[in-house]
């Protein structure tokens, strides 16, 4: 019995072994490298968003710190006097309010009081001279980049919160409202700038309240927002003539001026004119009578029937380009 005889039990269960063990084919062999990869990619995938929501938590928690923080500088440097501000204040200022409030029209509603706080103190430099040089300084090659991205910011914020308040219509007898329309008013107007006296300054004011008329009508839709102002003012009547006056000064005040950034942009904006303000009824009726000698303005029509004619042959050419493509 404890003689070897040359078998093995183990050789037959290696044997039973390799038969129950099924041989892996190729398509088998990749589906499971497969099924691996894309679980090593998912898993990446995962810890990589968990990574990025962590991050934007932390960000976010940092921006509310800062606004927090801004919020109490704004409000503590407001309180101040301000008689003697020059550029640099009045732009911190600025620019503290710009990053409190964001590209967001809600946070700017939200805001309406440090906004009007913010246009007190700039209003009066645009006005009058002040002690300290504002604009002569905001206006010079090295900070008009700044300044008119401040004032695009602000103007259109202005504009916003106005068009949701129909344009002091919906309560006139809220003085901040009409004091944002006021200044809306003056910060598109050069003529209005009294501390500009020489002619260099004055060119320089004149094509910064262009462009900014430009991108208040071309990337805000001032025009249109203008429109539905000026119809309310029309049902209104006699109420409403004072809020009339000046919106119908601001509607004509982009077409009396030269944009100076070609006569494509200069085109859209008096198309946006002919088709939103020239479009309301009895528009005559809707204007004060003040303001009636404007439509008549040399650089009015000639703009306006160009703009007409560009669009008419812009719809030629598409028409044209249509039929060619279906022959």
Same mark, same amino acid.
């Given at each position: 019995?404890?003689?070897?005889?040359?078998?093995?039990?183990?050789?037959?269960?290696?044997?039973? #072994?390799?038969?129950?063990?099924?041989?892996?084919?190729?398509?088998?062999?990749?589906?499971?490298?497969?099924?691996?990869?894309?679980?090593?990619?998912?898993?990446?995938?995962?810890?990589?968003?968990?990574?990025?929501?962590?991050?934007?938590? =932390?960000?976010?928690?940092?921006?509310?710190? =800062?606004?927090?923080?801004?919020?109490?500088?704004?409000?503590?440097?407001?309180?101040?006097? $301000?008689?003697?501000?020059? $550029?640099?204040?009045?732009?911190? %200022?600025?620019? =503290?309010? @710009?990053?409190?409030?964001?590209?967001?029209?809600?946070? $700017?509603?939200? @805001?309406?009081?440090?906004?009007?706080?913010?246009?007190?103190?700039?209003?009066?430099?645009?006005?009058?001279?002040?002690?300290?040089?504002?604009?002569? %300084?905001?206006?010079?090659?090295?900070?008009?980049?700044?300044?008119?991205?401040?004032?695009?910011?602000?103007?259109?914020?202005?504009?916003?919160?106005?068009?949701?308040?129909?344009?002091?219509?919906?309560?006139?007898?809220?003085?901040?409202?009409?004091?944002? /329309?006021?200044?809306?008013?003056?910060?598109?107007?050069?003529?209005?700038?009294?501390? %500009?006296?020489?002619?260099?300054?004055?060119?320089?004011?004149?094509?910064?309240?262009?462009?900014?008329?430009?991108?208040?009508? /071309?990337?805000?839709?001032?025009?249109?927002?203008?429109?539905?102002?000026?119809?309310?003012?029309?049902?209104?009547?006699?109420?409403?003539?004072?809020?009339?006056?000046?919106? #119908?000064?601001?509607?004509?005040?982009?077409?009396?001026?030269?944009? #100076?950034? #070609?006569?494509?942009?200069?085109?859209?904006?008096?198309?946006?004119?002919?088709?939103? %303000?020239?479009?309301?009824?009895?528009?005559?009726?809707?204007?004060?009578?003040? /303001?009636?000698?404007?439509?008549?303005?040399?650089?009015?029509?000639?703009?306006?029937?160009?703009?007409?004619?560009?669009?008419?042959?812009?719809?030629? =050419?598409?028409?044209?380009?249509?039929?060619?493509?279906?022959?």
């Amino acid at each position: 019995d404890f003689l070897f005889d040359g078998k093995s039990s183990g050789a037959k269960d290696r044997k039973k #072994g390799g038969k129950a063990a099924k041989k892996e084919s190729k398509e088998e062999f990749l589906a499971r490298t497969q099924a691996k990869r894309e679980a090593r990619q998912q898993s990446k995938q995962e810890e990589a968003a968990t990574k990025t929501i962590q991050a934007l938590f =932390r960000r976010a928690k940092d921006l509310s710190g =800062r606004k927090r923080e801004a919020e109490y500088e704004f409000d503590a440097e407001v309180e101040g006097e $301000w008689g003697g501000a020059g $550029w640099k204040e009045v732009s911190g %200022i600025v620019r =503290r309010l @710009n990053f409190l409030c964001g590209q967001h029209l809600a946070a $700017w509603l939200s @805001n309406v009081n440090r906004v009007s706080k913010c246009v007190a103190i700039l209003l009066p430099l645009f006005l009058n001279p002040p002690p300290t040089p504002y604009l002569p %300084i905001a206006l010079s090659k090295e900070n008009a980049a700044v300044f008119r991205l401040q004032m695009s910011r602000l103007s259109s914020a202005i504009a916003g919160i106005l068009s949701s308040n129909h344009w002091t219509l919906a309560d006139t007898s809220n003085p901040r409202l009409g004091a944002l /329309l006021q200044a809306l008013i003056v910060v598109t107007d050069s003529s209005l700038w009294k501390p %500009i006296t020489t002619p260099p300054l004055q060119s320089a004011a004149q094509h910064h309240c262009s462009s900014l008329l430009q991108h208040l009508v /071309l990337k805000q839709s001032l025009f249109a927002s203008l429109r539905d102002g000026l119809m309310r003012c029309q049902a209104a009547g006699a109420s409403a003539s004072q809020v009339a006056t000046l919106l #119908g000064t601001l509607a004509l005040r982009p077409l009396s001026l030269t944009v #100076g950034d #070609g006569k494509v942009a200069d085109s859209e904006v008096a198309f946006s004119f002919s088709r939103e %303000i020239l479009s309301i009824p009895q528009l005559p009726l809707c204007l004060p009578k003040v /303001l009636l000698p404007s439509l008549s303005h040399p650089t009015v029509w000639p703009r306006v029937v160009y703009s007409l004619g560009s669009v008419a042959r812009k719809e030629r =050419r598409a028409r044209r380009m249509h039929r060619m493509q279906q022959a």
